[in-house]
């Protein structure tokens, strides 16, 4: 049964779970989505679609995939706006996933982005990698 804990997902772990489906981010991904919802924005969303739409990814994945990827994310998501503004990455980019944990009520950030990494927590918000993430709830259950 889902409970009420919400997550952020970054763009690349998104990308790395959409892509290979027996991979660790694939697995937190599922994982997440069977626990709880994932938090999404509209800046969040517009970064995923244009990874998933760059030139080298069109070998790996077809439009009509990411376009069925993107729709099942949207539905099954949470489209939060951002109420809140954060400069505080290296890599200001970054900055609106946590301002989407913030204004979202996110339980953890799931992040390989060691420039996300480095400020966990973030406000009392955990950030960690897709196996850590799945570590923390085996040891919840």
Same mark, same amino acid.
């Given at each position: 049964?889902?409970?009420?804990?919400?997550?952020?997902?970054?763009?690349?772990?998104?990308?790395?779970?959409?892509?290979?489906?027996?991979?660790?981010?694939?697995?937190?991904?599922? !994982?997440?989505?069977?626990? &709880?919802? +994932?938090?999404?924005?509209? %800046? =969040?969303?517009?970064?995923?679609? #244009?990874?998933?739409?760059?030139?080298?990814?069109?070998?790996?994945?077809?439009?009509?995939?990411?376009?069925?990827?993107?729709? !099942?994310?949207?539905?099954? &998501?949470? +489209?939060?706006?951002?109420? %809140? =503004?954060?400069?505080?990455?290296? #890599?200001?980019?970054?900055?609106?996933?946590?301002?989407?944990?913030?204004?979202?009520?996110?339980?953890?950030?799931?992040?390989?982005?060691?420039?996300?990494?480095?400020?966990?927590?973030?406000?009392?918000?955990?950030?960690?990698?897709?196996?850590?993430?799945?570590?923390?709830?085996?040891?919840?259950?």
């Amino acid at each position: 049964m889902k409970s009420s804990a919400r997550y952020v997902f970054d763009t690349n772990v998104l990308v790395s779970a959409l892509l290979f489906e027996q991979s660790v981010p694939c697995q937190a991904f599922r !994982a997440a989505l069977g626990r &709880g919802r +994932i938090l999404l924005s509209l %800046e =969040t969303l517009h970064e995923l679609n #244009d990874v998933l739409a760059r030139e080298r990814l069109s070998r790996y994945i077809i439009l009509e995939e990411r376009e069925r990827f993107l729709a !099942a994310l949207i539905r099954e &998501g949470i +489209i939060v706006e951002t109420r %809140e =503004t954060v400069r505080v990455c290296r #890599d200001s980019k970054d900055d609106k996933f946590l301002e989407l944990a913030l204004s979202g009520g996110a339980a953890c950030v799931i992040s390989g982005d060691e420039d996300l990494l480095m400020l966990s927590p973030f406000r009392g918000v955990p950030i960690m990698r897709p196996a850590q993430f799945l570590t923390s709830l085996s040891a919840s259950e």
